[in-house]
């Protein structure tokens, strides 16, 4: 889903990006072991829980809500 909003945002596949997840405390625990993988995985220079952008992409994880937002990194 990151990977798809990388594109529908138009960066360039080298971009690499802040991205910012909201999540309930089970889905944090699901992704957290695997926080490093993902971030490497969609470029991601930097990855944090909390409040995401307006803009946010919205997506369910085994039934559950996930927001993300990314701005490109500088």
Same mark, same amino acid.
């Given at each position: 889903?990151? +990977?798809?909003?990388?594109?529908?945002?138009?960066? #360039?596949? %080298?971009?690499?990006?802040? !991205? =910012?997840? *909201? *999540?309930d405390?089970? @889905?944090?625990?699901?992704?957290?072991? #695997? @926080?490093?993988? !993902? $971030?490497? +995985? @969609?470029? *991601?220079?930097? %990855?944090?829980?909390g409040?995401?952008?307006?803009? $946010? /992409? #919205? =997506?369910?994880?085994?039934? #559950?809500? @996930?927001? /993300?937002? /990314? =701005? =490109?990194?500088?």
């Amino acid at each position: 889903e990151i +990977q798809d909003a990388r594109r529908e945002r138009d960066l #360039h596949i %080298t971009d690499r990006i802040e !991205l =910012v997840l *909201a *999540a309930d405390d089970e @889905v944090r625990g699901w992704l957290l072991p #695997h @926080v490093d993988q !993902l $971030a490497s +995985q @969609v470029l *991601a220079a930097s %990855t944090t829980w909390g409040p995401v952008a307006d803009d $946010a /992409f #919205h =997506v369910e994880l085994d039934g #559950h809500p @996930v927001q /993300f937002s /990314f =701005v =490109v990194a500088d």
